[in-house]
């Protein structure tokens, strides 16, 4: 894919983050593609599910598997919002996603580059390729709203 379609497909992720950012959610979204079509989406919701792993990559992935009727997302891209965590990473190289797009490092918990990469360990048996810093300017501004925000109300309590 293209940089423009990267951008394309990665403003719909930013829609699925701002869901959660007024959900009172970490603001991430994810959106899964296979060739032109939306297979999955997500955001994050472990705090209204009370499930931490329901963070947006794991549910697109869901929903991309139950749209395919397959556990293989084989030629499909993910656009998150923010560098996953190893657990979301774990499922991706699962299901054998062919490609990963995200915004913004994630320099606590990044299982991509910034803390880890998993997925040049030579006993990961799948490699997914990678374009980060894609819309990086929205994907860092909605969390730091939201941040900010969460700041700002423990000041109040």
Do not use: F
């Given at each position: ?143 730091n709203t939201f941040f900010t925000d969460v700041r700002a109300k423990k000041n109040y309590n």
């Open positions: 894919m293209n940089q423009l379609q990267d951008e394309y497909w990665m403003r719909y992720a930013i829609d699925m983050a701002n869901i959660a950012l007024t959900a009172g959610e970490v603001p991430v979204g994810a959106v899964l593609v296979k060739h032109t079509n939306i297979i999955g989406k997500g955001w994050n919701s472990s705090i209204s599910k009370n499930d931490p792993s329901a963070h947006a990559e794991i549910i697109a992935i869901r929903e991309g598997g139950n749209t395919l009727k397959n556990y293989r997302l084989l030629n499909t891209t993910l656009y998150v919002t923010l560098e996953p965590c190893m657990m979301c990473l774990g499922a991706m190289i699962h299901s054998r996603l062919h490609r990963l797009v995200y915004g913004i490092h994630d320099i606590k918990t990044g299982a991509v580059k910034s803390v880890m990469n998993i997925s040049n360990y030579s006993w990961v048996n799948h490699k997914i390729k990678t374009t980060d810093g894609i819309l990086s300017r929205e994907c860092v501004s909605l969390l």
